[in-house]
């Protein structure tokens, strides 16, 4: 058979062939925007041609600095099909972190959001490698900037040769692009993807037991595409031909449920908290999310609640997933096999509630101290991943011995496996509450505390105790900020008794107006565990 290089060039070319006509929606600063593939096509060969005229040759690193929109669209295609390395940068990080990442990366040239201009100001003084900035916006005229030098994209891309070809034999094996992760502690890793990983891993994407994506679909990726791709999203559905709607700058849960009904969306992603936030919005709006076929969350667990609330209240299917930066990202998805449709309405939805089963092409096994687990829902151990979108080592980095062993990348993640082969996150290893000697999950405290009915947000640590060395310590956000009080303190935990054995409540309950999240909508656990680490001890 054929030796077929398997690359992003075969993506876009299809789209253009086959696709033409399908829509790419996209909210901007002052609008509305919409064009058609064939228009997207035109405008990415013109911009890779005017970054050759740049200077950008294969291997060369450009970052983007943007929102989801169609320029940040156009870069995803124009740059790695012309052998450059798309470097999609978070916004969300800390200063000191972006201009590391720039740095580590080496990128000569950035994409920057008129909208994120002063972040960049700040520390365009500490950037050693980057040569000029293109600055996204549809304004005609450069706006008032520190930067220099500075391209309007709209301007650099008029000169653009629209019949720019890009080379047939790229080398799969080659870097489309880098992302780096969200740092709890050091500095963030580079993860590098190739173009054969992102071609396998759009595949996955499509296959009827993962997400089913189609040309038939209207895609919404509420996850950023400054994180993992916007797990994979725009690659795919350009390829399989899928209607876009970018949700463009600081998207908020009513502009995003708007979109949803405007558009007719069928599938649309985003975290966990994302999904909490739109399902309070829409009792206030009553949007008409009859289009939807799913909604997919990953990032962080769902609890249980959540996706009963959207499949019991909204009628709206909840596709539960997991992965990470390491994986390019999708690793599961809880769809039920066949027969078990035919389970209790708990047995359902308990196994709706897990990370699910390992899509196609990836191998998975997990190992605790004593070897790989029993597949019994008790045994717990640490995730290990291979496969053809799964990384084998950071980005010039020392940790990655750490991380990569033996073939295998060890995720840090602890899980369960079912007997049907349901994988179920118990924690992080660094989140996972060490009391007594015995292992506490975060998650399924958090989780159960969500499915209260006062409760809007929840969030478990362990903190250091005098006699258990750690002790579990909730965090809750209540929907109503009246209710408090001690009682409803104490209704929370009796709510808790009633799941778990004695040893698992949390000692106490501290009530916050709100969780404080990362740069991709976790909980910043780290942040809660340095100010209540203390709380127990009372030193």
């Known amino acids: 058979m054929g030796n077929f290089p398997l690359t992003l060039r075969s993506l876009f ?63 995803y295609f124009a740059i790695p099909c012309m052998e450059a390395v798309l470097h ?89 692009g880098i992302c780096y992760t969200s740092a709890t502690t050091g500095n963030p890793k580079g993860v590098v993807y190739s173009h054969r990983g992102i071609y396998l891993h759009s595949l996955s994407i499509g296959l009827a037991d993962t997400l089913g ?62 999904w909490t936030a739109a399902l309070k919005v829409q009792e206030l709006l009553q949007v008409d999310l009859s289009s939807l076929r799913a909604v997919v969350c990953g990032g962080s667990a769902a609890p249980r609640s959540l996706i009963e609330s959207y499949e019991q209240r909204l009628k709206v299917p909840f596709y539960h997933a997991y992965g990470m930066t390491e994986t390019c990202p999708l690793v599961t998805v809880a769809r039920l096999k066949s027969y078990q449709e035919e389970a209790s309405y708990d047995e359902q939805y308990d196994a709706r509630a897990t990370q699910g089963l390992l899509v196609p092409g990836l191998d998975m096994k997990i190992v605790g101290p004593r070897g790989e687990v029993a597949w019994d829902g008790k045994e717990m151990g640490e995730i290990l991943l291979r496969g053809p979108w799964v990384a084998t080592e950071y980005y010039k980095d020392a940790r990655t011995q750490e991380s990569f062993q033996d ?17 179920k996150l118990v924690d992080r290893a660094k989140d996972l509450v060490k009391s007594g000697g015995e292992w506490i999950s975060s998650l399924d405290l958090e989780n159960a ?13 362990g903190v250091p105790h005098p006699k258990w ?17 001690d009682d409803n303190k104490e209704d929370l935990l009796t709510f808790l008794a009633n799941k778990f054995t ?31 680490q203390t709380y127990f001890t009372g030193d």
């Open 407 to 423: 073939g295998w990348f060890y995720s840090g993640d602890i899980a369960v496996i079912d007997p049907e082969g349901f994988v």
């Open 88 to 176: 999609t940068v978070n916004i969300r990080l800390p200063a000191e972190h972006i201009a590391y990442i720039l740095n580590h990366a080496e990128d000569r040239f950035l994409f920057v959001d008129e909208t994120l201009l002063p972040i960049i100001e700040k520390i365009q003084d500490q950037l050693t490698t980057i040569e000029g900035y293109i600055l996204m916006t549809d304004k005609k005229q450069l706006p008032p900037t520190s930067l220099h030098p500075v391209y309007l994209y709209e301007n650099m891309i008029e000169g653009g040769d629209p019949q720019y070809t890009y080379a047939a034999d790229i080398n799969e094996s080659a870097p489309a």
């Open 502 to 532: 004695k040893w698992w409540i949390p000692d106490d309950v501290v009530f916050l107006n709100e969780i404080p999240k990362s740069s991709v909508g976790k909980f910043m656990k780290r942040g809660l565990r340095e100010q209540y």
């Open 13 to 75: 070319e299809r789209s253009q062939t086959l696709f033409p006509k399908k829509e790419v929606v996209s909210r901007t600063s002052s609008g509305i925007h919409r064009y058609t593939y064939a228009d997207f096509g035109r405008r990415a060969k013109q911009l890779s041609s005017s970054l050759q005229v740049l200077g950008v040759k294969p291997g060369d690193r450009v970052a983007t600095f943007a929102w989801n929109h169609h320029w940040h669209l156009e870069a």
């Open 449 to 461: 505390l969500m499915a209260h009915p006062n409760v809007f947000e929840a969030c478990v640590i």
């Open 213 to 274: 994506l189609s040309e038939r679909d209207t895609v919404l990726p509420i996850v950023p595409m400054f994180h993992v791709n916007a797990w994979g999203l725009p690659f795919a559905s350009v390829w399989f031909g899928s209607k876009q709607v970018l949700p463009g700058p600081s998207p908020t849960p009513d502009i995003l449920l708007r979109l949803i009904a405007e558009e007719k969306v069928t599938i649309a992603a985003g975290v966990p908290t994302v």
């Open 469 to 485: 060395d750690e002790r579990p310590l909730a965090f809750v956000v209540l929907k109503d900020a009246a209710l408090q009080t």
